[in-house]
C-alpha cells in the first residue's frame, strides 16, 4: 500500500497530517445514521440509487452520469481496471494512488511535473507540447491538488480540456477537495463528455470511516466502469446520508465560513514562521518547505508536544524537507504555529 498521511499512535496527539474538516459529524449525519440503523439487516441498494437522485438534482446532472463508490479511492481504481488506458499523463506532485491504479491496470505511466521554484505554476504552453508528444489516452489532473494546494480555475480549465480533446485523449479529474476552495466543480461549466470529475465525501463532510465518492462522466464511461464494478462496495449508512447532507446549507454555511477564516489566518502565521517557506492554497491544507531539517526531525520535535505533520517525501518531486500541514480549527492552528516559532 501507499504511504498517506494519519498518525496511528498515541493518543492525544492532534493530527495535522490528515485533510479532514475538523468541524467534525455534523449531527444531521449523526441522526441520519441512526435512523439508518435498522435499515442494515437488508442488503444496500446494489446501484446506490438514492443517492444518485440526490447527487444528480444537486449537480443538475441526470442519473445516468453518476456512479458512487466506497469512497474516490474505488473509483480511481474502478476506472484505471475498466477504461484500461495505454498511457496515462499524471500531473505531479499529486495524490499517489493514481500512479498505482493505472500501474496496476497496465498503463505506462508519464509525469508533467510543476516545479516548486515556481510556485507549482501551471505553463499551459509546456503542457500543450507534453499533450502533443505523449499522445496520453488519460491526463489525471487533481484540482485543487493535493498535496500542494494549487487550484486551476474555470478559464484555465477550459484552455486544458481543449488541448486533451485535440489528442483525442481524456480528463480525468480529482475535485475531492473543490467545496473548500468556494467554487463549482469544473464539470457544472463544461459538462461531462471529455471528463470524469472524480468527488470524495471524506473531506468536507469528516466522514473517512464511512467511505463515500462518487463520479460523474460521460455515460459511456460510466456503463464501462459499472461493468466492472464489485456488488455492494457502497454500504447502507454511507448511502443513507448522502440525500441528508448534500443539501444541508447550515452545515455548509458553517463549514465555508470555518475554511476560509482559517486558511487566511494560517496562511498568515505560516509565512512569518522564519523555519519554512509556505505555499498559497486553495484548499484545506498548506504544503511547506523546510529550510534546516528533514520533515522527520520535525516530527520528532513536534511529538514531544503531541503534534504531528505529513512528510511528503513519497509524492512525485518533493523530497522530506516538504510537509503538508492541515487545517484545524483556531485553537489547534495556533498552537502548531506557536511551537514552529520555537522549533
Ligand atoms: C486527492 C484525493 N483524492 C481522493 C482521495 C481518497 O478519498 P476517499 O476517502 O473518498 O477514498 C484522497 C484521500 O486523501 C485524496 O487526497
Not at 480540456?161 to 475535485?175: A, T
Not at 457544472?188 to 471528463?195: F, R
Not at 489547534?332 to 522549533?343: E, M, Q
Amino acid at each position: 500500500m501507499n504511504k498517506h498521511g494519519g498518525f496511528y499512535g498515541r493518543q492525544g496527539v492532534v493530527d495535522y497530517s490528515v485533510n479532514i474538516n475538523p468541524l467534525g459529524v455534523s449531527d444531521n449525519i449523526r441522526q441520519a445514521i441512526i435512523s439508518s440503523i435498522d435499515n442494515i439487516c437488508k442488503y444496500p441498494d446494489i446501484g446506490g440509487n438514492a443517492a444518485k437522485e440526490a447527487i444528480s438534482k444537486h449537480l443538475n446532472t441526470d442519473v445516468d452520469n453518476i456512479i458512487m463508490g466506497n469512497g474516490a479511492s474505488e473509483l480511481i481504481y474502478l476506472f484505471a481496471r475498466a477504461i484500461q488506458p495505454k498511457k496515462v499523463l499524471i500531473i505531479e506532485p499529486t495524490f499517489n494512488e493514481y500512479r498505482r491504479a493505472f500501474t496496476l491496470a497496465g498503463s505506462e505511466i508519464y509525469s508533467y511535473v510543476l516545479d516548486n521554484n515556481n510556485d507549482f505554476t501551471f505553463d499551459m504552453d509546456a503542457f500543450s507540447n507534453k499533450v502533443e508528444e505523449i499522445k496520453p489516452d488519460v491526463v489525471v489532473l487533481c484540482n485543487p491538488n493535493n498535496p500542494t494546494g494549487k487550484y486551476i480555475g474555470i478559464d484555465l480549465i477550459g484552455k486544458l480540456v481543449d488541448i486533451v480533446k485535440q489528442e483525442n485523449s481524456f480528463l480525468f479529474i480529482d475535485e475531492s477537495f473543490v467545496e473548500f476552495t468556494g467554487n463549482e466543480p469544473i464539470g457544472s461549466a463544461i459538462g461531462y463528455e471529455w471528463i470524469l470529475s472524480l468527488r470524495s465525501m471524506t473531506k468536507y463532510y469528516a466522514v473517512p470511516g464511512l467511505r463515500i465518492g462518487y463520479a460523474v462522466s460521460n455515460i459511456k464511461v460510466i456503463e464501462m466502469m459499472e461493468k466492472y464494478k464489485e456488488p455492494w462496495t457502497m454500504n447502507t449508512f454511507a448511502l443513507d446520508i448522502v440525500p441528508k447532507v448534500i443539501e444541508d446549507r447550515e452545515f455548509h454555511e458553517k463549514a465555508n465560513r470555518w475554511v476560509s477564516e482559517e486558511r487566511e489566518y494560517m496562511y498568515d502565521a505560516l509565512k512569518k514562521v522564519e523555519v519554512l517557506e509556505v505555499y498559497k492554497s486553495y484548499s484545506n491544507f498548506f504544503l511547506c518547505k523546510l529550510k534546516y531539517f528533514s520533515g522527520n526531525k520535525l516530527n520528532e520535535e513536534l511529538l514531544k508536544d503531541d503534534m504531528f505533520v505529513r512528510v511528503c517525501d513519497d509524492f512525485v518531486s518533493l523530497n522530506d524537507r516538504f510537509v503538508r500541514i492541515a487545517l484545524k480549527g483556531r485553537e489547534d492552528n495556533f498552537k502548531l504555529v506557536s511551537r514552529l516559532v520555537r522549533v
